[in-house]
């Protein structure tokens, strides 16, 4: 470690052992460092999706955020005029009595019953958004949905925005998703139809997974994003499996199949194209299908090709505000034999295997986390990069080319990795910022 | 109903005031949170945050803490970050969670002073306030803990308080007070940093520019007898160019007070016919007339509105949307705590 910002060296931290994580990395042990690298972490729902945006990506649907009015400030940003989110969220304000007493809990029903009033038509689903307080509270807003579901006619589902759990077994960001799924009702299964869950928004709409579904039989692919009404939802209920394309949408999946009788199979972003490939190969295995993904991999591996031709073995400086994993991306662009001396992100268990291998081929890599109180000190001490990946890693390299690569099109399999390199060739190229 | 906002999102919270108030002196604050209001905050309510680094962190409770209260564990990690920031003083902003589970901030403010060795403000702000209060309460902790020496009176300077962009809404304020009123200005938060709190003494007086800067100037006059009046030198330009064709009319204005109160001087002298002030925020009676309205709910600017029979509004352009029969002219004037926008974005 220098004396300013806190990093570990990929080799020490392999060493080391995931038991054995330095205090620095390990959020819980100190304070969260707030700048404009870690609005992701801290506010999901300033930038990019939140429990609340997550919640309404049920179509139609309308949320009435029951909370101190800290909860929802950020929420006018998602709310404002032109948004498309502009006339779909509702508050309920709490006041001092309410966050001690909980007496709020008997007024939500009322407002629900309002808001169903207020507007031209009742919405067809009503998601309450809950916080700190109510879970502080213990609040059974199961109970109170149900309550409301009486008083409005419509149904009720509950959001918990429960920062407080974020480490929990069931953190918020897990809990929406189950949520937002909760409304499908059983239904005949079409043998043709899949369900992809995960994300809040579309895949890239070149993504080969896709074209490899057809390939299979699979007529019907459904996302919640690409569902313009409420009823194209209830339809995702007839589908014959469930493509899980996010780890966080795993508890979702698991109830669907409780329910639903819903099977479902795991898929992982990833940007190593040897490792896409081996995916493809399982999960065709799985559901008794070969794919064809030659042309695709051509694809992606020429997009590779092209940009170490035309920019060479540069430098990377990756962050974890992106699309995907930041120590499995990184490691993918060791492979392809570039240099990735520092990134940032969260080292977990789920991470942890990706930073073993990084050891192995960069032993010298710098990992530091955004939440660390001595980022206040990143500056002059920091690697040489020629360009960053990530938006925490832009605050940083504000000076260096690169891309956000947060987009809100999910970058997916061998598409995802033909448009990293894209999109970095571009940026790279104008030797200015690339895609935001 | 009450408490139900069906057109209108909250504004700026008590938390965010107070770190406003402090974002710019160099202190360590803490944000006492699992997170997600230090998000809100930074990255909604404080625009400085995006161009100055500051040392403004989260407390990263989890369910545990609060249950448990595990103050120690707080203070031990503060102590930690202070150890890399160095800083003058440390701050301690509360928001729901430690309201719920009732923080003794006070008892906080000690062990943590003891364990730092540096002064501790803590703001016992809920989330549940709205942002003058907190901004308020932080001004005058600030002034309480820090100034404190006498000091000979300087004729030329001059003290501004209660300067933040959520009542400003502008990022240059400070510069843009300075240009009023003189290189002597003193604008607290937003250009003169901890030494010019401590040598508040040596001002001649102190002119307030939000109700949020009361409390710290009744405090100042108390203290050292420095004189305090309210003012604010700064308005948008395309607003001052929109009051001479409000001559013959009934204007109603929606902000923070006294910058209500400074445009309804303007406002008559353009021969207005009369003026009303409405705020959802404090509103102190100095400055109130009988018209004046203080605002509670959604559907109290409609209400007050029709009561004034008002012929033209000048407010922040998001009230339009809870005015939707109102005929006569609406002049926006931008209210960074209201909708999030600064002047600089004015259309």
């Known amino acids: 470690m220098a004396d300013g910002y806190f990093y570990i060296k990929a080799g020490e931290l392999a060493e080391r052992g995931i038991k054995d994580l330095p205090r620095e990395l390990a959020g819980n042990r100190h304070l969260i460092y707030s700048s404009p690298a870690t609005l992701a972490f801290n506010s999901p729902g300033a930038q990019g999706f939140g429990v609340k945006r997550a919640g309404l990506a049920v179509p139609e649907s309308v949320m009435l955020l029951v909370a101190p009015r800290c909860c929802g400030r950020n929420t006018s940003a998602l709310a404002s005029p032109g948004g498309a989110l502009g006339e779909r969220f509702f508050y309920l304000l709490l006041d001092e009595t309410d966050i001690v007493t909980g007496r709020h809990l008997v007024r939500i029903p009322e407002a629900v019953k309002e808001i169903c009033r207020t507007l031209p038509a009742p919405p067809p689903a009503v998601m309450i958004c809950i916080t700190c307080v109510d879970a502080l509270l213990g609040t059974d807003m199961e109970r109170v949905c149900r309550r409301c579901t009486e008083a409005a006619g419509v149904p009720v589902v509950p959001c918990y925005m429960y920062a407080l759990t974020r480490e929990g077994r069931l953190p918020p960001m897990v809990q929406v998703r189950k949520s937002v799924y909760s409304l499908l009702e059983p239904r005949p299964k079409k043998a043709d139809a899949v369900n992809l869950l995960g994300f809040f928004t579309p895949l890239q709409e070149d993504c080969e997974l896709y074209a490899l579904l057809r390939q299979a039989g699979v007529k019907k692919i459904r996302e919640i994003a690409r569902c313009r009404t409420f009823a194209e939802y209830l339809e995702m209920a007839e589908a014959n499996f469930d493509v899980v394309l996010h780890h966080e949408a795993r508890y979702a999946a698991l109830d669907l199949e409780k329910r639903l009788g819903i099977p479902s199979v795991e898929l992982v972003r990833l940007y190593d194209l040897e490792k896409v490939r081996r995916q493809y190969a399982l999960f065709g295995a799985a559901i008794g299908a070969s794919f064809d993904d030659g042309s695709f991999y051509a694809r992606a591996e020429g997009a590779v090709r092209n940009f170490a031709d035309r920019h060479g073995k540069i430098a990377f400086s990756v962050g974890e505000w992106l699309n995907g994993d930041p120590f499995e991306l990184a490691l993918a662009l060791l492979r392809y034999g570039f240099a990735v001396p520092e990134i940032f992100g969260t080292v977990g268990e789920g991470n942890f295997v990706w930073v073993k291998k990084i050891a192995q081929l960069s032993p010298e890599t710098r990992i530091s986390s955004n939440l660390s109180p001595t980022m206040l000190l990143y500056g002059e001490d920091a690697p040489a990069c020629d360009a960053f990946i990530g938006r925490d890693a832009r605050f940083y390299h504000p000076h260096l080319p690169g891309i956000d690569w947060n987009g809100e099109a999910q970058p997916f399999g061998y598409a995802g990795i033909a448009a990293l390199f894209r999109e970095l060739d571009r940026a790279l190229s104008s030797g200015k910022e690339g895609a935001r | ?347």
């Open chain 2, 1 to 347: 109903m009450k408490g139900l906002l069906k057109r209108l999102a909250p504004f700026a919270p008590d938390t965010s005031g107070a770190v406003s108030a402090l974002f710019e002196l160099g202190g360590l604050v803490v944000i006492c949170d699992a997170g997600g209001c230090t998000g809100n905050i930074c990255g909604f309510d404080e625009p400085r945050w995006f161009t100055m680094r500051s040392a403004v962190f989260s407390a990263g409770m989890r369910d545990m803490d609060a249950i448990l209260g595990r103050d120690a564990q707080l203070v031990e990690k503060i102590v930690s970050a202070q150890q890399t920031v160095k800083a003058p003083f440390v701050v301690l902003a509360g928001t729901p969670v430690p309201a719920v589970i009732a923080t003794d901030f006070k008892a906080l403010r000690r062990l943590t002073e003891k364990k730092t060795c540096v002064p501790v403000l803590a703001v016992e702000s809920t989330g549940v306030n709205h942002y003058d209060r907190g901004a308020s309460r932080a001004f005058e902790l600030l002034f309480d803990a820090f100034a404190a020496e006498q000091l000979p009176v300087e004729k030329e300077t001059v003290g501004v308080i209660g300067a933040t962009p959520l009542d400003l809404g502008t990022l240059r304020a400070g510069d843009l007070l300075r240009e009023a009123l003189g290189p002597g200005a003193q604008v607290y938060g937003m250009g003169a940093g901890l030494d010019a709190v401590r040598r508040a003494s040596a001002n001649a007086c102190n002119l307030v520019v939000s109700p949020a800067g009361v409390a710290a100037a009744q405090l100042l006059e108390k203290r050292f007898g420095t004189p305090w009046r309210p003012a604010c030198p700064y308005l948008p330009e395309p607003v001052l160019e929109a009051l001479p064709r409000l001559k013959g009319k009934r204007v109603l204005a929606v902000h923070q007070q006294f910058a209500c109160a400074a445009l309804r001087e303007k406002l008559l002298g353009c021969g207005a016919a009369a003026v009303a002030v409405c705020s959802w925020f404090s509103m102190t009676d100095a400055l109130r007339e009988p018209q004046d309205r203080r605002l509670a709910e959604e559907d109290d600017l409609a209400a007050a509105v029709t009561a004034f029979g008002a012929d033209a509004v000048i407010a922040d352009r998001v009230f339009e949307k809870v005015l939707p029969g109102f005929k006569g002219e609406f002049i926006d004037f931008p209210h960074f705590a209201v909708s999030g926008r600064l002047t600089e974005r004015q259309e």
